[in-house]
């Protein structure tokens, strides 16, 4: 029986006001819940997060980081940096850092390496756009960004990871996929992993993102492969967190 994890992703949202209030909030919530609980907050309010959820069920992270260890490369944060901040989790392969900013499945690659390597815990995001989805290569699309990673890595890394589907359609659109279209595209991915390494492939947290709120987390976290939810817009106000939370 695989824990569940319910974490959250602001984005480019917040201030320093507003997240005291936010991350008070969703800490005293946590700490009923029986699931695994994180928000990857931006940069700027990594030292806020540790202050106000250390010691707390609640686990932190960033939303993206550097595939080098240190150097020239300017506005870059890297992997030991985070860990300063006793950050768990941070999210790589963002469905929006792959289509706006140009990360490639070897960048993503790079990055979930150098995450593992200062002891994060990359929740690796992978998922199919509109239009891959209406041409029917979502596996296709799905497997080629896992099999990037397992590349660089190997399948065994798996096992100090987090997965996470994100359609691209689903995200922030409303627009959420049915219990069932995620749960063929985890059971994919799994069986994927299992073809390498059934352990791994059994321990594997693989999480839902796209519009996930109150309404349908529990539906969605009824599926036998989905392992919670990756959240964006509803991680945003306390109570629909925690009622995410709730329903893992
Ligand atoms: P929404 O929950 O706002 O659709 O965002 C999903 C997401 O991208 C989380 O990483």
Excluded at 116 to 144: F, H, K, S
Excluded at 215 to 240: T, V, Y
Aim: glycine share 12%; charged share 15%; net charge neutral.
């Amino acid at each position: 029986m695989r824990t569940k994890l319910v974490a959250g992703n602001w984005k480019m949202h917040g201030s320093l006001q507003a997240n005291q209030a936010l991350l008070a909030r969703v800490k005293d919530g946590a700490a009923g819940f029986k699931c695994l609980s994180a928000v990857c907050v931006p940069f700027p309010y990594l030292a806020q997060a540790q202050s106000v959820l250390a010691g707390s069920k609640m686990a932190w992270g960033a939303q993206n980081v550097s595939e080098h260890a240190q150097g020239a490369y300017t506005g870059e944060v890297a992997a030991a940096m985070l860990v300063e901040f006793s950050c768990r989790y941070v999210l790589v392969g963002h469905s929006e850092r792959r289509a706006l900013y140009g990360e490639s499945d070897a960048a993503v690659a790079a990055k979930f390496a150098a995450a593992l390597q200062a002891g994060l815990t990359p929740i690796l995001c992978v998922g199919e756009t509109l239009a891959e989805r209406e041409a029917g290569i979502t596996g296709e699309v799905v497997t080629r960004q896992l099999d990037a990673v397992i590349a660089g890595s190997g399948v065994a890394a798996l096992g100090r990871a987090v997965l996470a589907y994100e359609p691209v359609w689903a995200i922030g659109t409303g627009q959420t996929a049915s219990p069932q279209q995620a749960q063929d595209v985890h059971a994919l991915i799994r069986r994927r992993v299992a073809g390498s390494d059934a352990g791994v492939a059994r321990g594997l947290q693989i999480l839902y993102g796209g519009s996930v709120k109150p309404g349908n987390a529990r539906e969605l976290f009824a599926m036998p492969d989905i392992d919670g939810g990756l959240i964006g817009g509803a991680s945003l106000a306390a109570e629909d967190f925690l009622a995410i939370c709730a329903a893992a």
